[in-house]
């Protein structure tokens, strides 16, 4: 299995940002897909995640409003739309995949990691 992640940069404070994470090697409609990030110093902190089928969401309380989730099944790939960005949203952001039916915020029980891709936004 392989989650590739990407789309991260420097972004000013107030700008956008897509991040992109294609799926290999599992059944892609079989599994929650979610989005993490990781800030230095800080511990790995949930940001989105959605269903099986793309019919449901779910944001942590920091990003909800301002990130979308969104995954496309005929390309494998989920995609992480970041508007009005802000420092605190500096982090390695990575995506994950589990099998099951519940959209989960806990890092520990996401079964496959892509290897992150840095998201800097400066004030």
């Known amino acids: 299995v392989q989650l590739q992640a990407s789309g991260g940069g420097l972004v000013q404070a107030g700008g956008s940002l897509r991040l992109s994470c294609s799926a290999s090697?599992?059944?892609?409609?079989?599994?929650?897909m979610g989005w993490f990030r990781q800030a230095p110093g800080k511990e790995r902190e949930f940001v989105a995640g959605?269903?099986?089928?793309?019919?449901?969401?779910n944001y942590g309380d920091s990003v909800a409003g301002r990130l979308t989730i969104s995954r496309d099944s005929a390309k494998n790939t989920i995609y992480l739309q970041m508007n009005s960005l802000k420092p605190d949203d500096t982090a390695v952001y990575y995506c994950?995949?589990?099998?099951?039916?519940?959209?989960?915020?806990?890092?520990?029980?996401?079964?496959?990691w892509g290897q992150g891709t840095l998201v800097t936004v400066s004030s």
């Open positions: 959605i269903s099986r089928s793309g019919d449901s969401t």
């Open positions: 090697g599992l059944t892609f409609r079989n599994y929650v």
């Open positions: 994950a995949a589990r099998a099951g039916s519940a959209i989960l915020g806990a890092h520990s029980r996401y079964d496959y």
